[in-house]
């Protein structure tokens, strides 16, 4: 499925790329941003993260004179006099205005690095409202966005991606430079389709899909199943043994008295102690 989303985003399409500490995304950003300038489309990208000269690292030949980088590195937060793109431009008017500055026959490609930038300074409601603005307003081919997941709460992830028609998200395998992209894909019908792939990005940002996960043995590095036991190295035990169950039952409690009838009869049950000394 990999292969598939990379060929092309459907019109009007949202693709999230979503990653982690653990492993980037960045790299099949670039992929992805690198099979857009194959296929001549214009892509405009909005670096908030990388500088314009790292985001072309790699990315070589005729087709990067389609590629236009709008600067909200230098000054994101609009702090100097005349900043090239801040966060609070993003809005659709702002985005349009941009992309219809540059004359191309086709709709372009609009690239968000990354999205998790944007969500710290802006709410999450006006976010999505720009975003789902943008899927429908025409100005723009597709949207593709990096996530950082880990730098929010689960709602505000959940929120973007019920936006997304694809999420791919980016995890690493135990050993190696390979990756898992579980991807979900949700079809204008409304069908949800989910595959997982092992994958390699080469120097020229060539994504190598190897097999799934299942097929190949590779067990992915989920952080959650690295987390460790806490009663591992405990220094006492969190259960009775059956000795001790059975001693403790025996034990009277301190508030409680065993009282005798005046006859010498069996013991009645134990009774509050109601003088204290």
């Known amino acids: 499925m990999l292969p598939e989303l990379l060929q092309g985003t459907d019109a009007g399409g949202f693709l999230i790329i979503q990653d982690s500490a653990s492993y980037s995304g960045r790299h099949l950003l670039k992929s992805f941003i690198n099979s857009a300038l ?25 087709p990067i004179q389609r590629l236009h980088f709008h600067n909200a590195y230098t000054d994101p937060l609009g702090w100097t006099d005349h900043p090239a793109f801040t966060v609070h431009q993003f809005c659709l008017e702002e985005l349009t205005r941009l ?4 004359s191309h026959p086709k709709p372009a490609t609009l690239v968000i690095d990354s999205l998790s930038w944007i969500l710290r300074h802006l709410s999450p409601p006006d976010v999505c409202k720009t975003l789902q603005q943008l899927r429908k307003g025409g100005a723009v081919r597709a949207i593709i966005g990096l996530l950082h997941a880990d730098m929010h709460q689960s709602g505000t992830v959940g929120s973007v991606c019920h936006l997304a028609t694809s999420v791919i998200t980016v995890v690493p395998v135990v050993k190696g430079d390979k990756a898992v992209a579980k991807i979900t894909k949700r079809s204008k019908s409304g069908k949800v389709m989910q595959d997982e792939e092992i994958f390699s990005i080469k120097d ?13 043995g590779h067990k992915q590095a989920d952080p959650k199943e ?5 009663t591992a190295n405990l220094t006492f035990n969190l259960r009775l043994s059956d000795t001790e169950r059975e001693a403790k039952e025996k034990l009277a409690l301190p508030i409680c008295v065993q009282q005798r009838e005046e006859n010498g009869s069996a013991p009645l049950g134990p009774r509050f102690r109601t003088n204290f000394v």
Not at 38 to 62: C, M, N, P, Q, T
Not at 226 to 230: A, N
Request: proline share 4%.
């Open 38 to 62: 194959d296929r001549e489309e214009a892509v405009h990208v909005l670096g908030f993260e990388v500088s314009e000269e790292e985001l072309k690292d790699g990315l070589k030949g005729s």
């Open 99 to 102: 992309v219809k500055q540059t």
């Open 204 to 216: 020229d940002f060539t994504v190598i899909v190897q097999g799934k996960p299942s097929q190949l």
């Open 226 to 230: 690295q987390e460790t036991d806490p």
